[in-house]
T-cell receptor, first 114, second 114 residues
Framework: DVKVTQSSRYLVKRTGEKVFLECVQD?????MFWYRQDPGLGLRLIYF???????EKGDIPEGYSVSREKKERFSLILESASTNQTSMYLC?????????????FGEGSRLTVL | GDSVTQMEGPVTLSEEAFLTINCTYT??????LFWYVQYPGEGLQLLLK?????DKGSNKGFEATYRKETTSFHLEKGSVQVSDSAVYFC?????????????FGQGTILTVHP
């Protein structure tokens, strides 16, 4: 079975802390994505990666960075967490190339910043 | 830019009722359209998709038809079950060189009562 695993389901951090959210996929997918999910706003794309060490900004990259050193792992980094970054974070992956391949999602990481 | 608008929720129905969740989109070119579902405590999973005008996607009794003339992709089910209670997201992929990134609507919460 296809698997996208996010390292933490629930995190509580303090304002100003550095936060790492990890995502690992076992499908050898080229493309990986980080979204945040907020009530009434749906999912908004933060960053995505189409290959190792390659990344592109999504719609709301401010305050975030990403790292993809290995094909299976895509990390989201909050350099200095703020309360407005309290949210559910979803990682997804898909096989590469053009076309309409399905996105596979992890279960999400709910981050609370105090 | 691309956008997706879903009907406001939450939607509350009795078991065996008919379901419609409206979705309209704005996009250039010829996007692919998707419905994703998120069950409580889980990540998103693909429910159905359509890749060109007049295509009908279907799965688990749900259907949606890609209507280019009305830029719509409404989700329907003839007889809902309690197990259909979830959050439903309409989404589009612009295709081309987008690497499959999706633009999502705001989500519609569906609750089905016995």
């Amino acid at each position: 079975d296809v698997k996208v695993t996010q390292s933490s389901r629930y995190l509580v951090k303090r304002t100003g802390e550095k936060v790492f959210l990890e995502c690992v996929q076992d499908m050898d997918h080229e493309n990986m994505f980080w979204y945040r999910q907020d009530p009434g706003l749906g999912l908004r794309l933060i960053y995505f990666s189409y290959d190792v060490k390659m990344k592109e900004k999504g719609d709301i990259p401010e305050g975030y960075s990403v790292s993809r050193e290995k094909k299976e792992r895509f990390s989201l980094i909050l350099e200095s967490a703020s309360t407005n970054q309290t949210s559910m974070y979803l990682c997804a992956s898909r096989s590469g190339g053009l076309g309409t391949g399905e996105l596979f999602f992890g279960e999400g990481s709910r981050l609370t910043v105090l | 830019g691309d956008s997706v608008t879903q009907m406001e929720g939450p939607v509350t129905l009795s078991e065996e009722a008919f379901l419609t969740i409206n979705c309209t989109y704005t996009a250039t070119g010829y996007p692919s359209l998707f419905w994703y579902v998120q069950y409580p405590g889980e990540g998103l999973q693909l429910l159905l998709k359509a890749t060109k005008a007049d295509d009908k996607g279907s799965n688990k009794g749900f259907e949606a038809t890609y209507r280019k003339e009305t830029t719509s992709f409404h989700l329907e089910k003839g007889s809902v079950q309690v197990s259909d209670s979830a959050v439903y997201f309409c989404a589009l992929s612009p295709g081309g060189t987008s690497y499959g990134k999706l633009t999502f609507g705001q989500g519609t919460i569906l609750t089905v009562h016995p």
